[in-house]
């Protein structure tokens, strides 16, 4: 897909649809959609991020490297059937997370807690601690199991998938990907 910076920004602020089924028991939560992600209404879209190629290391997914041009139909059931499912806590598409207010993210947070609720997927595992400490009011909070759980689901939170976060790798986020999937029976 060949989509120019200009473009892009004509994205700004614009919302993309859960990918979420039925029998859903592993659901994804970013921080918020990135432009790009927007342009494709795909989750974790752009041609450089790791989330994809993290699930096929971890054998979460069986993927190609990225899904850079959008899922078509086909890529989508594939993907809810596997079990799985991606949300955002905000549903408002920027540049970089921290153009996020505290405010937009302690909202997502119980919006979140109400799809939960709806949806009642076996695990949850947000892809990013700074955001989960500020949308969750859990400054302390460490990567991994928490000791809560949303809406009756296991919480996990996970790191984020930011180049901003460049000391985590690949395999690294594979293994840390792994751990819930493994309580959500998707992996053994």
Same mark, same amino acid.
């Given at each position: 897909?060949?989509?120019?910076?200009d473009s892009l920004e004509s994205?700004?602020?614009? &919302?993309?649809?859960?990918?979420?089924?039925?029998?859903?028991?592993? %659901?994804?939560? !970013?921080?918020?959609?990135g432009l790009w992600?927007?342009?494709?209404?795909?989750?974790?879209?752009?041609p450089g991020n790791r989330f994809y190629p993290a699930l096929r290391e971890a054998g979460i997914f069986d993927a190609g490297d990225t899904f850079s041009a959008g899922f078509d139909a086909d890529d989508r059931e594939r993907f809810t059937d596997a079990g799985l499912g991606v949300s955002n806590l905000v549903?408002? &598409?920027?540049?970089?997370?921290?153009?996020?207010?505290?405010?937009? %993210?302690r909202? !997502?947070?119980r919006a979140l807690e109400q799809r939960v609720a709806r949806l009642r997927p076996r695990v949850v595992a947000i892809v990013g601690l700074t955001a989960y400490r500020l949308g969750?009011?859990?400054?302390?909070?460490?990567?991994?199991?928490?000791?809560?759980?949303i809406a009756g689901a296991e919480?996990?939170?996970?790191?984020?998938?930011?180049?901003?976060?460049?000391?985590?790798?690949v395999s690294s986020l594979a293994l840390a990907y792994a751990e819930p999937a493994r309580a959500a029976g998707i992996i053994t």
């Open positions: 897909m060949g989509i120019d910076r994205f700004r602020d614009a &919302a993309i649809p859960d990918v979420v089924g039925d029998g859903i028991r592993l %659901l994804f939560v !970013g921080i918020n959609p992600t927007a342009a494709t209404q795909t989750p974790f879209a752009h549903n408002r &598409a920027t540049i970089r997370a921290d153009e996020l207010s505290s405010a937009e %993210l909202a !997502g947070a969750f009011a859990r400054p302390k909070a460490r990567a991994g199991r928490q000791n809560e759980t919480l996990w939170v996970l790191p984020n998938l930011s180049g901003l976060n460049a000391h985590e790798t």
